[in-house]
């Protein structure tokens, strides 16, 4: 019977220098990964920030919804107005428009926008050429570029989006942090010190996100301040920008 035990205590004994080996070479490989995904994510930054087709692209929405003000569909969104700007030059374009499939504006407290503001503005369809004379034929860098594709194909069938790089998901490679990644938070990873409320205005968020990407491209580390800004965060971290 001892002899049985010291054979259990010794197989025992085996097994935790195993799993004790097996969790040391998972951390060592887990380290290469984070390694090369920051190291990849930075060599995107810098071959964005100095390409001079790279356009970064802003686009408001608001919820489609039925003359009662009730959603037509849960996800339904559609485009009201674009923003970009080139990286290289720093030029900027902005562009209103009037919803094409709803006679009210949802989300005043992103955008920043009323039905007031976009009355005498062309809507999607009367915009599109110019719209395309913009995007077409660019490096194009979206925070949210899933949202962005779904909300233009509920008003006109495009392809311009789709090879569009998504800033969010850069964002989250270089963190390693692939869920609950407001655009606040990754601010406060960079130390920049501004609140989602205060970008309403896309002009406004479109150069805060250019600073992100330049940040990447530096190899900016990530900033002490991150638990303190992980916390206490409004209702607007949940919108997509």
């Known amino acids: 019977m001892e002899s049985v035990l010291r054979d259990l205590d010794r197989e025992q004994s085996k097994m935790q220098t195993d799993v004790a080996n097996f969790y040391r070479h998972y951390e060592k490989l887990a380290g290469f990964v984070r390694q090369h995904l920051e190291q ?6 810098r071959l964005i ?25 849960r996800s339904s969104s559609e485009p009201i ?39 005498d503005k062309l809507t999607m369809s009367e915009a599109w050429p110019n719209i395309m004379e913009q995007l077409e034929d660019r490096h194009l860098i979206i925070f949210g570029a899933d949202y962005v594709r779904q909300a233009v194909q509920s008003v006109y069938q495009t392809n311009v989006l789709n090879n569009a ?4 998901n850069k ?13 606040e938070k ?19 968020r479109i150069l805060m996100l250019a600073q992100v990407v330049n940040n990447f491209a ?14 206490g965060l ?8």
């Not at 920030?49 to 569909?73: F, N, Q």
């Not at 790089?165 to 969010?168: G, S």
């Not at 409004?234 to 920008?241: A, I, N, P, S």
């Open 49 to 73: 920030a100095s390409h001079p087709r790279s356009l970064l692209l802003v686009m408001e929405t608001t919820r489609i919804v039925d003359e009662d003000g009730y959603a037509t569909h």
């Open 171 to 183: 964002a989250k490679e270089f963190y390693g942090q692939f869920y609950d990644l407001s655009l």
């Open 234 to 241: 409004g209702d607007l971290e949940g919108h997509v920008f």
């Open 81 to 119: 107005r674009f923003t970009t700007l080139a990286l290289t030059s720093g030029e900027m374009w902005d562009q209103l428009l009037r919803p094409s499939h709803t006679r009210q504006v949802t989300g005043v407290e992103y955008h920043g926008l009323t039905i007031a503001n976009l009355d």
């Open 165 to 168: 790089f998504c800033l969010h």
């Open 40 to 45: 990849s994510t930075i060599e995107w930054a």
């Open 186 to 204: 990754i601010f406060a990873y960079q130390g920049i010190d501004r609140k989602r409320e205060q970008l309403r205005d896309s002009r406004d």
């Open 218 to 231: 530096a190899g900016m580390p990530k900033q002490s301040q991150e638990d303190e800004a992980s916390d």
